[in-house]
């Protein structure tokens, strides 16, 4: 009982704190603020991993898309010291037209990336019919790390 009331208060905090920053920042106004039925909400995803493969363009001229796999892993030791390592597959979509071009022009399979944005899901349809609901990230922006270290220099 007492955990669920230091969260409820802790995440009462939170909200009171973030809330007029997202305010700020999304240039809402007050009159959309008002509203009791309207309450905030957030959808942040923050990776850190590896690319899987080279990126690939999907959609059409009208709507294009680069659309890339990104690995991120967390290890576990059991306590007779065996250690659990699971790696998590991401697909990361880009739509932003310049990181979209820029992903698609140096971004390489292995590459070590930061990849901030949001989480979305969507119906896919499988070749035998079957609809599938399938997530992804919706970057905002990526960092990208150097992939190799550069051994052209002695």
């Not at 790696?87 to 990181?99: A, E």
């Not at 270290?149 to 002695?154: L, Y």
Request: a positive charge; one cysteine or more; charged letters at 20%.
């Amino acid at each position: 009982m007492y955990g669920t009331l230091k969260m409820n208060w802790l995440t009462q905090r939170v909200v009171k704190s973030v809330g007029p920053l997202l305010q700020n920042s999304l240039h809402i106004t007050s009159t959309q603020c008002n509203n009791q039925n309207t309450e905030k909400t957030i959808n942040q995803v923050t990776l850190l991993g590896r690319v899987g493969s080279d990126p690939q363009k999907r959609g059409n001229e009208e709507h294009p898309v680069v659309n890339f796999p990104l690995a991120t892993h967390f290890s576990y030791k059991y306590e007779s010291g065996d250690i659990l390592q699971r790696t998590d597959w991401h697909r990361v979509s880009v739509f932003r037209p310049g990181l979209r071009d820029t992903v698609y022009k140096f971004l390489k399979k292995g590459q070590r990336v930061y990849v901030t944005g949001k989480l979305s899901y969507g119906e896919v349809k499988l070749d035998d019919g079957q609809v599938r609901t399938a997530s992804t990230v919706i970057a905002d922006d990526i960092i990208f790390f150097q992939s190799q270290p550069d051994n052209t220099s002695k």
